[in-house]
């Protein structure tokens, strides 16, 4: 079971990492790290660089992709070296998933037209703009598509992906080797519960990771 994990220049770490830490630990998998090319590719912040041991044109048949999102994920929209291998990959993978704004290079590349999908509260328009149906929960699925929002909600995506690949044992199992039991200090983490956080003071969305 070959894993794909898609780069980009700004993508958001955690995005990427979450979701690796359980996938990765599902029975046979190989996974791999790939970008448009060989090398380091740093996250949004600029400080933390990951390696992308394979260039896209290297990894053709993956049975799970994960696209993770972040401020770059503007700026590969209509980059169709990146969309076209997602077309691609589509067409043989078992899984195509993603976190936060990474959907919307699904949708970009237009396999979530019709489509049912998620993604960071803040992008949910972008969803529409490209033929998918926004949807506010946490994860969603359709088929063999598997969204997740805002980069926390990955670890959820592939705790799920993980239960209905290897069953729900397996996947209860490795919440527990991680010790997966979020307990935050704060209600803040959605827009429903944070209220004024969700606004700038003119009123207008914020969003310090997707603008």
Known sequence: MQIAIVLYDRFTALDAVGPYEL???????DTVVCAEERGPVRSDTGVLGITADAALEEVRE???????????????????????????VDATATWMTSVCTG???????????????????????GLSAYGAVPTSERVVRDGKY?????VSAG?????E???????????QALQ?????DPQPPYSAGSPAKAGVF????DNRTSNPRVT
């Not at 699904?106 to 049912?116: D, I, N, S, T």
């Not at 992906?161 to 996947?171: N, P, T, V, Y």
């Open 23 to 29: 996938l990765s630990r599902l029975p046979g998998a």
């Open 62 to 88: 993956p049975d799970i992709v994960l696209v993770p999102g972040g401020p770059g994920q503007r700026l590969v929209m209509e980059h169709e070296p990146l969309l076209g291998w997602l077309r691609a």
């Open 103 to 125: 959907s919307l290079l699904l949708a970009a590349a237009g396999l979530l037209k019709g489509r049912p999908a998620t993604t960071h509260w803040a992008a949910m328009e």
């Open 146 to 150: 598997v969204t997740a929002a805002g």
């Open 155 to 159: 670890i959820d995506m592939a705790l």
């Open 161 to 171: 992906l993980c239960g209905r690949i290897e069953g729900e044992q397996f996947a």
């Open 176 to 180: 527990l080797a991680v010790e997966y």
């Open 198 to 201: 969700s606004r700038t003071p």
